[in-house]
């Protein structure tokens, strides 16, 4: 049994479709528990006509809500009874406690994590990791995607190391670690960059491949693309915006053509859910912060039941394959010198 | 009458589709006159068996060749009877030329350009400028797409100037700007993004929509995405890459189902194509190089005939609009603090 704790009033569409999301999370997973925390009131509400194991379900009931207008340092530290900073108080003192899912606003929960729940000893910057599909059918994660708009070439080091440990963690067996950069060649980029790239080729425990271009992360060559939090921000949302826009103008030539319409009614329409299915981010879960002492997810701020649902299994599987323990592992594994050079 | 110089043993398919690609913008444009650079041997050879206007066609004859393995500065200094370096020497001194086209090395056309042709007074820092297809059906510019791997705030605001001055030649009458960080709030972003914002602000000439993430650029919410040119490069290529990502997810459902195949067969094909010329970026031709003396367009590497034609096309119209003055125009009205910030 892994316990998941879940902070029911943080995004978009909560309490409703989190408490949503986590109830088919429980019907999914038998050997899963999990912890709410907010408006009893409302969770309860929100849980009324749903069918779930209700001795698997737990309500911890608190007053306040961080929202995305709060200052994030700020609120983690005045607003002591919100669902945010119960939940990672919780998350860092019950030890039966495997992780954490949160919908709300980014930033809070990055500091809120960093705070209350605290860093891998070695990390000194935990960074957002989420998962994008590939050309070939298979998955390549993105790291830092943005909790780190500045970092110096040891940051973009242990993301690679934390990176290839999540890899692992997920079934692959020897990840390849790009360098995502203006070009291929080992000079390219920027300071920061040819440094990392220097580092990289040198760093024990990862099977790095060199640098790569946007046009490589999704290629399926790559399982593990190391960013900075500003460029890997960048190139993760131009990837979504970039898979809305194709399907927008795949659909508008669908709708402007008779043919089209008809053949897409008839024969296409089981196709097109399934590739609207593989490329649709909330399917993936969340992303995961890498670099805090217990699995934290960050789910879109938008995510619908079925988003939280998997965000909650994503947390669960994190906390069930040891993945903290794996980071640990390699940063054992590292030259002093790198670490020395932060 | 407008003359374009193209650089015929620039790119992977030299000289065979270069040349085919510029009898092709001949026969489509009456009021156009080209001039081929390179190897007049091998031009010939690929010319024969093409039908086109000779009238309106020279072949400049030169004997060498720079190569992507040249460095660029070294190869245009010391190569002077390359396509490459004959073709902008000829581009400066002949005031009939309108403008220039190569598929060859980025580094070297930017380097030559930069060398031979000149940056416009006032202008630091040329920088590349494709345009990318958006959801509504129009077009984006991204500036610096992959020029300036360090930036300084004055180059964003050159950037800004110059994607302005090509949006409004393009026929967009106000253009909106957009620039890209890790968020949309005024203090994302490093300190380059963050002090950019503040120069972007209070720019005059140009209308700025404030900070745009990633999702944004296609949207078709803004035309003009100004960006450093390392983090705009991997905006750029993760664009293209996760448009190829798709389209090959999308390939692969309507091959494993029987049913999307015979849809596809009998009612889409015509409605896939017009897709595919919506999303190839060889369709729009090549990336133009802002802020040098006079237009010079950087076709893709890979560019076939077709790319090709559309690249000596676009040339054609950047001289024939009188982008150049535009953007010297654009320059004549910005606060002097700006150009003393560089």
Same mark, same amino acid.
């Given at each position: 049994?892994?316990?998941?704790? #879940?902070?029911?009033?943080?995004?978009?569409?909560?309490?409703?479709?989190?408490?949503?999301? @986590?109830? &088919?999370?429980?019907?999914?997973?038998?050997?899963?528990?999990?912890?709410?925390?907010?408006?009893?009131?409302?969770?309860?509400?929100?849980?009324?006509?749903?069918?779930?194991?209700?001795?698997?379900?737990? #309500?911890?009931?608190?007053?306040?809500? !961080?929202?995305?207008?709060? @200052?994030?340092?700020?609120?983690?530290?005045?607003?002591?009874?919100?669902?945010?900073?119960?939940?990672?108080?919780?998350?860092?003192?019950?030890?039966?406690?495997?992780? %954490?899912?949160?919908?709300?606003?980014?930033?809070?929960?990055?500091?809120?994590?960093?705070?209350?729940?605290?860093?891998?000893?070695?990390?000194? /910057?935990?960074?957002?990791?989420?998962?994008?599909?590939?050309?070939?059918?298979?998955?390549?994660?993105?790291?830092?995607?943005?909790?780190?708009?500045?970092?110096?070439?040891?940051?973009?080091?242990?993301?690679?190391?934390?990176?290839?440990?999540?890899?692992?963690?997920?079934?692959?067996?020897?990840?390849?670690? *790009?360098?995502?950069?203006?070009?291929?060649?080992?000079?390219?980029?920027?300071?920061?960059?040819?440094?990392?790239?220097?580092?990289?080729?040198?760093?024990?425990?990862? /099977?790095?491949?060199?640098?790569?271009? *946007?046009?490589?992360? &999704?290629?399926?060559?790559?399982?593990? @693309?190391?960013? $900075?939090?500003?460029?890997?921000? !960048?190139?993760?949302?131009?990837?979504?915006?970039?898979? +809305?826009?194709? &399907?927008?103008?795949?659909?508008?030539?669908?709708?402007?053509?008779?043919?089209?319409? !008809?053949?897409?009614?008839? %024969?296409?329409?089981?196709?097109?859910?399934?590739?609207?299915?593989?490329? $649709?981010?909330?399917?993936?879960?969340?992303?995961?912060?890498?670099? !805090?002492?217990?699995?934290?997810?960050?789910?879109?701020?938008?995510?619908?039941?079925?988003?939280?649902?998997?965000?909650?299994?994503?947390?669960?599987?994190?906390?069930?394959?040891?993945?903290?323990?794996?980071? /640990?592992? &390699? +940063? @054992?594994?590292?030259? +002093?010198?790198? =670490? =020395?050079?932060?």
């Amino acid at each position: 049994m892994i316990k998941i704790i #879940v902070d029911a009033m943080g995004g978009d569409n909560a309490p409703q479709e989190i408490v949503k999301g @986590a109830a &088919m999370a429980l019907n999914q997973d038998k050997d899963l528990q999990v912890v709410l925390t907010g408006d009893e009131g409302k969770i309860k509400e929100s849980l009324a006509g749903l069918s779930y194991d209700a001795a698997r379900l737990q #309500v911890v009931h608190c007053t306040e809500v !961080i929202t995305n207008d709060d @200052a994030p340092t700020l609120a983690i530290r005045q607003k002591k009874d919100s669902s945010l900073v119960v939940a990672l108080k919780m998350l860092k003192e019950d030890e039966s406690a495997g992780g %954490f899912v949160s919908a709300g606003s980014t930033g809070a929960v990055l500091t809120g994590a960093l705070l209350r729940v605290g860093r891998i000893r070695g990390i000194s /910057r935990p960074a957002v990791c989420p998962a994008l599909p590939t050309a070939k059918g298979g998955k390549v994660l993105i790291i830092d995607a943005g909790a780190n708009a500045e970092c110096k070439p040891v940051n973009l080091c242990h993301f690679a190391l934390m990176g290839t440990a999540y890899a692992r963690t997920m079934g692959v067996k020897d990840p390849r670690v *790009g360098l995502v950069t203006n070009g291929t060649e080992e000079h390219k980029g920027d300071p920061l960059h040819q440094e990392s790239y220097h580092l990289l080729k040198d760093l024990a425990g990862i /099977r790095f491949v060199g640098n790569v271009e *946007g046009r490589d992360i &999704m290629s399926g060559d790559i399982d593990v @693309a190391v960013c $900075d939090g500003f460029s890997g921000n !960048i190139a993760l949302k131009t990837a979504e915006g970039t898979a +809305l826009a194709v &399907m927008s103008v795949i659909k508008q030539n669908i709708k402007s053509s008779l043919a089209a319409k !008809i053949g897409y009614a008839l %024969f296409m329409r089981g196709a097109f859910k399934k590739i609207k299915k593989v490329l $649709d981010y909330s399917k993936y879960g969340g992303a995961v912060l890498l670099g !805090i002492e217990k699995p934290v997810v960050k789910a879109h701020g938008s995510s619908k039941a079925e988003s939280v649902c998997a965000a909650v299994l994503q947390a669960k599987e994190a906390a069930g394959s040891g993945l903290v323990g794996e980071i /640990r592992e &390699m +940063l @054992a594994g590292v030259d +002093l010198e790198i =670490a =020395a050079n932060a």
